[in-house]
């Protein structure tokens, strides 16, 4: 419906549904929907900042781990490969609760998802790409690089998405 003046009474103009029109109503509400669209809309930098940069010193410490394993793979090294496979979602996760800490939640689920799918996904992908044999021999280089790259790419699109939300109320800094 429309809040153009219907008709006249009494007490002034009214709508159509018979409240009193109010111009300046009109214009606060159009302000604020000018406001909301612009809040969607505006990159929050300081949010990317801290989950990509935790994303990032996760990658290096993933790295790190996988690179100081040169290329074995026995119970020795079991602990650096673990890291390898876990360090960049844990970065992104302690990145998104330093940025948005009442987003614990989604920040949990999404980080795990994110840790268990890579690894289905980087399997799949070595196996489509080299048998079961070749992949052995490598130690699965493929595997471990591929789970990798996967969570680097997907760590800094999450990054950017939660950076263009609208940030928490709880997680503005304080005006005084």
Known sequence: MSDKPHMVSEQGPTTKTGRPFDSTARRRSDSNRQRRL?????????TFAFMFGALVLGAAWAAYNYYST???????????????IFAIPFGLFLG????RRSEWGQATFICFCLYFFSIFIAARIESLLVTTEQATAMGHAL?????????????????????????PVENRPSES
Request: glycine share 12%; no cysteine; charged share 10%.
């Open 96 to 99: 998104w609760l330093l940025a």
């Open 143 to 167: 595997y471990f690089q591929t789970v990798m790259i996967l969570q680097i790419i997907v760590g800094a699109g999450l990054a950017g998405w939660r950076a263009l939300a609208p940030v």
């Open 38 to 46: 612009q809040a969607v809309g505006r990159f929050h930098w300081r």
């Open 70 to 84: 040169g290329g074995i793979r026995n119970d020795t090294v079991l602990r650096p490969l673990v890291w390898t």
